[in-house]
């Protein structure tokens, strides 16, 4: 069991919660539902969490409405925080490398602050 976090910019804004605003309320509660599996289960299906390969912890959770892919990334904090640092539209097969490589920024982001904190 996870706890699910989202990514808080220097101003405050999340951009996972304006991606989920961009999505129809059907997109939306499917995303939600996908989020409270890797939230209440010890293991969940890769179908809808996995680790990216060669991103340096890099996770994806994805959910499919229709013909509709989306996809979140994000990282764990002591394996059991997951910190949700972007959302997309899924267009091709590849995750776009500029979303693996924001979804790397924040993370640095977070453990730099992270780390100044616990100092």
């Known amino acids: 069991m996870k706890k699910i ?3 808080a910019l220097p101003s405050g804004k999340k951009p ?14 499917k995303m939600v539902w996908v989020l409270k599996l890797i939230e ?14 060669n991103t340096n912890g890099i996770i ?24 949700l ?7 091709d097969q590849k995750v776009p490398q500029k979303e693996i490589r924001l979804a790397q920024q ?3 982001e977070y453990l730099t602050h992270k780390e100044k904190n616990d100092e």
């Open 106 to 108: 924040r993370k640095e």
């Open 5 to 7: 976090v989202f990514y």
């Open 60 to 83: 994806e959770i994805r959910a499919h409405l229709g013909k509709n892919h989306f996809r979140l990334l994000g990282f764990e904090d002591q394996n059991t925080l997951v910190i």
């Open 85 to 91: 640092t972007n959302g997309f539209r899924k267009k």
């Open 16 to 29: 996972v919660e304006a991606f989920f605003d961009s999505l129809s309320a059907k997109e939306a509660q």
């Open 40 to 53: 209440e289960f010890e293991t969940v299906s890769t179908q809808y969490y996995k680790p990216l390969t």
